[in-house]
């Protein structure tokens, strides 16, 4: 990696700021501004950095809307609102998609708007941690927050979950290197293990690498289990790991003082899926007999929690929640974005702060491109592709204040910074006018006009 020049051209420093990526939610950043710009950014990782600086070439700046031509032309606010309110209230089958990416204040006039239309609700967690979010609601949640990881404990797995790629401060700031309260000695005083069957950057950190076969983890966490309850297992090796290496790590995790499991997309995207959470939680159920342990879901987006806690508490379901018929409804394989895409039921597809475009399997995205997508988004991405009319955001810990929730569901107020670019909106005030556009729409069909 080339060394890179510190920045010392700026005007003025903010700190304190929340980063806007990963569900670390590190807000321990300062940003160097000039000339009401970020320049620079202190303390983020190379993925947190790279988001909050400037890359004003793909930001989204006016509104657009589809012409017959099928390009893109910029437009008015009014226009491009009215255009996106008249197919919200005329749609039967609507979906609203995405909200990982914004705040808690408009997720909350996006639900209103759900509620008034009879539209299905559903976030980044449909193709993430939803497995997760049903172990959950299977088998419990022993969850700990990542202060109490830090400060207690000496021993923490990573299972399925690359942590120095995909959340690169975790190991740095929550589990393996800071120095807690009951681990002065930082590093020294904690075993850290990674359970992957990849020989990953993250096992490259560990102490322990426990590579075992893909699709293994169902069966590999079971003979876990069956050690930790005195039981003798039948075969020598167990998803590609000999039962010698299973039960000295059972008996390793049994007499640790305070243990953490953090898990990752490598046990919800994998075969079984949900199940194999199921078995990891009660894995953990069984270790508390013995000894202290907890989990957290490595969650993605620095709010995807946050959509699925604000709409539990506020509807009783966390994601996949359809109004269709005025009351809230959930039922995984039905009311997920993904399966009604396949089954090309939505006729109107509003993505806020998401990019289905880049992320969705090729068959819900062939349905994407027959139907109008309205777009509320900061940047230019493949969904930009799809939509019909698109509504320039702004960029939620940087040019507007929101509440977020951290992996481990602790709320971060994520403060503003600079100011937004003339041309954009806040996504809460977007959101809002919505449903006060469609509202009135509603309100006049009502009345006959
Ligand atoms: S670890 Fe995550 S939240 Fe922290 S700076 Fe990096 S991307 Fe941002």
């Known amino acids: 990696?080339?060394?890179?020049?510190?920045?010392?051209?700026?005007?003025?420093?903010?700190?304190?700021?929340?980063?806007?990526?990963?569900?670390?939610n590190c807000d321990d950043l300062t940003y160097l501004v000039k000339d009401g710009h970020v320049v620079g950014v202190r303390h983020a990782c190379r993925l947190g950095a790279s988001k909050v600086m400037e890359d004003m070439d793909q930001r989204l700046m006016v509104p657009m809307i589809r012409n017959e031509e099928g390009e893109l032309v910029e437009t008015d606010w009014e226009t491009a609102l009215d255009k996106a309110a008249e197919l919200i209230a005329g749609a039967v089958r609507p979906v609203f998609y995405g909200w990982s990416e914004t705040s808690i204040e408009t997720m909350k006039h996006g639900i209103k708007l759900g509620e008034l239309v009879g539209a299905v609700l559903d976030n980044q967690a449909t193709i993430c941690h939803g497995p997760s979010l049903q172990a959950v609601q299977n088998a419990g949640y022993p969850?700990?927050?990542?202060?109490?990881?830090?400060?207690?404990?000496?021993?923490?797995?990573?299972?399925?979950?690359?942590?120095?790629?995909?959340?690169?401060?975790?190991?740095?700031?929550?589990?393996?290197?800071?120095?807690?309260?009951?681990?002065?000695?930082?590093?020294?005083?904690?075993?850290?293990?990674?359970?992957?069957?990849?020989?990953?950057?993250?096992?490259?950190?560990?102490?322990?690498?426990?590579?075992?076969?893909?699709?293994?983890?169902?069966?590999?966490?079971?003979?876990m289990r069956a050690v930790l309850r005195g039981k003798k297992l039948k075969k020598d090796v167990i998803s590609g790991i000999p039962k010698e290496d299973i039960e000295e790590l059972v008996e390793a995790m049994k007499t640790t003082q305070y243990g953490c499991l953090f898990f990752g997309l490598g046990l919800t995207h994998t075969l079984s899926k949900q199940r194999n959470i199921d078995i990891a939680i009660n894995l953990i159920q069984d270790l508390n007999k013995f000894t202290k342990w907890n989990l957290v879901p490595m969650r993605g987006h620095f709010n995807v929690n946050g959509f699925n806690i604000f709409m539990a508490f506020e509807m009783g379901f966390p994601y996949g929640v359809d109004f269709s018929r005025g009351y809230p409804r959930y039922m995984n394989g039905e009311t997920n974005t993904i399966d009604l895409l396949t089954r090309e039921e939505p006729d109107v597809f509003m993505v806020i702060a998401a990019d289905p475009g880049a992320h969705f399997p090729g068959g819900a995205n062939?349905?994407?491109?027959?139907?109008?997508?309205?777009?509320?988004?900061?940047?230019?991405?493949?969904?930009?592709?799809?939509?019909?009319?698109?509504?320039p955001g702004s960029f939620i810990g940087v040019e507007a204040a929101g509440t977020s929730y951290r992996m481990d569901g602790v709320p971060i107020y994520m403060k503003k910074a600079i100011d937004k670019p003339e041309t954009c909106r806040d996504d809460e005030w977007i959101v809002r006018e919505l449903h006060e556009r469609v509202q009135k729409i509603k309100g006049e069909k009502i009345a006959g006009k």
């Open 366 to 391: 062939r349905h994407l491109a027959n139907i109008p997508v309205i777009q509320i988004d900061i940047h230019w991405g493949p969904s930009t592709e799809l939509a019909d009319i698109v509504l």
């Open 143 to 223: 969850v700990n927050t990542l202060g109490e990881v830090k400060n207690r404990a000496d021993m923490i797995v990573y299972s399925g979950n690359n942590a120095m790629n995909s959340h690169p401060r975790h190991m740095g700031r929550y589990s393996a290197f800071p120095r807690g309260y009951f681990r002065k000695r930082g590093r020294f005083d904690k075993t850290i293990v990674t359970m992957d069957p990849r020989y990953t950057d993250t096992a490259k950190m560990s102490d322990i690498w426990v590579g075992f076969e893909q699709n293994g983890d169902y069966e590999f966490y079971n003979a």
């Open 1 to 24: 990696m080339a060394y890179e020049e510190p920045i010392t051209d700026y005007d003025e420093i903010v700190e304190n700021c929340t980063c806007a990526f990963c569900g670390c």
